[in-house]
């Protein structure tokens, strides 16, 4: 996809604690990156620049579909005309229509950006999942609230002073709270002996999983959390369903707009 610059480090595996001892031990032999969310945007957005896209900033109201086109009506009056409409709202699934309630469960997450005095974690390995409950050993009560509503820890090394570090409830209804994951990471430093010098960033990170699917057929595309597209078990959104619809829309473009063009009428028509 040309986004290889994007990464702002990249660690060649990563690793699972399924539970204490080295039997519940599990290497992912993958590479795994952090995205440089500035370097990103701006790339994506010098894409758009290049190609002709046309930034309108206002927030779209609602759709209406005729005649084989759509015609979008913005928050300031404004209405813009398309042969096809893609919603890319993340759940508040502002256009898309469902036939059920959408009631997910959520993953909630606490984390933070810190320089340390030092900390026990491989700088070539990111810790992607840590179910360990030994930091709870000698507090019966985040012991068995941890046995109940278990979290783990997800560690990105970046050096050997700076670390991200982020306590997650992989899925839960209603939310876990952002107090309790707090708090239980500050038990986990406290057992792996991590010393905070300075926090630079700080996360409060909650994310609708899995839910009902957009109704099938309409007029309306939806894309991303909108669309169901994220992963209901890790709250990911899959980079192969993002590749998968570049290589869709390459295909499908000339097909839409010739469709488009011979239905619309007036000012937006090319001679």
Known sequence: MGLQDCLEIIWPKAKVHLDSGKDNERYLYRPYGRVDRTKLKTKLLQRCVEHGVTFHQTKAAEVEHADGSSTLTCSDGS???SALVLDCTGHARKLVT?????DPGYQAAYGMMIEVESHPFELDTMLFMDWRDD??????????????????????????????LEETSLVS???FAFQELKDRLQVRMEHLSIKVKSMTEEEYCLIPMGGVLPKFPQRTLGIGGTGGMVHPSTGK???FSQFAFLQVSAHVNDKVYANYMSHISGPFRQS
């Not at 469902?98 to 959408?102: A, G, L, T, V």
């Open 135 to 164: 930091h709870t050993k000698g507090r019966p009560e985040m012991r068995a609230a941890n046995q109940k509503l278990p979290t783990f820890l997800y560690v990105m090394p970046f050096s050997k002073t700076k670390l991200f």
């Open 98 to 102: 469902f036939d059920e309630k959408f």
């Open 237 to 239: 959104l899959p980079m």
């Open 173 to 175: 209804r209603p939310p």
């Open 79 to 81: 209405q813009l005309h």
